[in-house]
T-cell receptor
Framework: AQKITQTQPGMFVQEKEAVTLDCTYDTSDPSYGLFWYKQPSSGEMIFLIY??????QNATEGRYSLNFQKARKSANLVISASQLGDSAMYFC?????????FGKGTSLLVTP | DGGITQSPKYLFRKEGQNVTLSCEQNLNHDAMYWYRQDPGQGLRLIYY???????QKGDIAEGYSVSREKKESFPLTVTSAQKNPTAFYLC?????????????FGPGTRLLVL
């Protein structure tokens, strides 16, 4: 069964606007970590933000924030003030044990 | 600068040939991983290693082999038994295997079959 679901294959946002990328996850383990990565066309996976299952507050890293709703098992990424350089694939991932389980990704295009 | 390097950037494999992808890290990380990415898909785990001289199979290990003789290095061999090797291969490392440990990735190797 799919552990990470990203329901938006593609998203458009205008420069300087905020955008939310959806992620839902499935686990029965009380201890897990949620990660978001950015993959530009060059292919490298760039770590953006982390949220632990026991964290009480939503994680923030600069223009990135994570809207963590534990009861709903969702971990949406919010990018504020979008920039043209934010155009890329974005992957949500969950870590329960040794490895990361990835979603299929959302392609974000930022337009001028 | 600390980081992860992968070589080559592109690799071509002929039928029946084994090829080896290199992964080196200077982050002093104990754990290293190999993932495969197919077009339009997320990453899938091939092998991981928590410590030198130890490694474990991931979800799609068939047709692949690894070694971990040095902390810094975790090469992946794609054997002739891997019937569909064309993919993007990403190496990663982390300080440990706890759920809060972030995995950092190298730039990747694209493998194509001639």
């Amino acid at each position: 069964a799919q552990k990470i679901t990203q329901t938006q294959p593609g998203m458009f946002v205008q420069e300087k606007e905020a955008v939310t990328l959806d992620c839902t996850y499935d686990t029965s383990d009380p201890s897990y970590g949620l990660f978001w990565y950015k993959q530009p066309s060059s292919g490298e996976m760039i770590f953006l933000i982390y949220q632990g299952s026991y964290d009480q507050q939503n994680a923030t890293e600069g223009r990135y924030s994570l809207n963590f709703q534990k009861a709903r098992k969702s971990a949406n990424l919010v990018i504020s003030a979008s920039q043209l350089g934010d155009s890329a694939m974005y992957f949500c991932a969950m870590r329960e044990g040794y490895a990361l389980n990835f979603g299929k990704g959302t392609s974000l295009l930022v337009t001028p | 600068d600390g980081g992860i390097t992968q070589s080559p950037k592109y690799l071509f494999r002929k039928e029946g040939q084994n090829v080896t992808l290199s992964c080196e890290q200077n982050l002093n990380h104990d754990a290293m991983y190999w993932y495969r990415q197919d077009p339009g898909q997320g990453l899938r785990l091939i092998y991981y290693s928590q410590i030198v001289n130890d490694f474990q199979k991931g979800d799609i290990a068939e047709g692949y082999s690894v070694s971990r003789e040095k902390k810094e290095s975790f090469p992946l061999t794609v054997t002739s038994a891997q019937k569909n090797p064309t993919a993007f291969y990403l190496c990663a490392s982390s300080g440990g295997t706890a759920v809060w440990e972030t995995q950092y990735f190298g730039p990747g190797t694209r493998l194509l079959v001639l």
